[in-house]
Nanobody, 122 residues
Framework: QVQLVESGGGLVQAGDSLRLSCAVSGRTFSRNVMGWFRQPPGKEREFVAA???????DYAESVKGRFTISRDNAKNTLTLQMNSLKPEDTAVYYC????????????????WGQGTQVTVSS
């Protein structure tokens, strides 16, 4: 079993940046894919970004060019750098680990963190 703990959320203004981190512990950090999802108020959880163990990445169109996902296997850490934040980025952000292969689907992941709140004011 993999344990995931997110941190770095907060309240920022539109245009600001935030850096989310996910500390990974447990059996192994070498899961095939690590990802970030978010759940806006009153909406379903949605895909944000994913990174394969080999370093390949995938992003939702809404965040492409603004968000960057990275993983540090030595430090067992997953990171999401979020730039040019918009009010529509307001959500609870979750990190996840799994075997894929459908990285944009919740079904591609079997371990989830508790989430961290990101609020972007206009």
């Amino acid at each position: 079993q993999v344990q995931l703990v997110e941190s770095g959320g907060g309240l920022v203004q539109a245009g600001d940046s935030l850096r989310l981190s996910c500390a990974v512990s447990g059996r192994t950090f070498s899961r095939n894919v690590m990802g970030w999802f978010r759940q806006p108020p009153g909406k379903e959880r949605e895909f944000v970004a994913a990174i394969w163990i080999g370093g390949s990445t995938d992003y939702a169109e809404s965040v492409k060019g603004r968000f960057t996902i990275s993983r540090d296997n030595a430090k067992n850490t997953l990171t999401l750098q979020m730039n040019s934040l918009k009010p529509e980025d307001t959500a609870v952000y979750y990190c996840a680990a799994g075997g894929g292969p459908y990285v944009r689907s919740l079904s591609g992941y079997d371990s989830w963190g508790q989430g961290t709140q990101v609020t972007v004011s206009s």
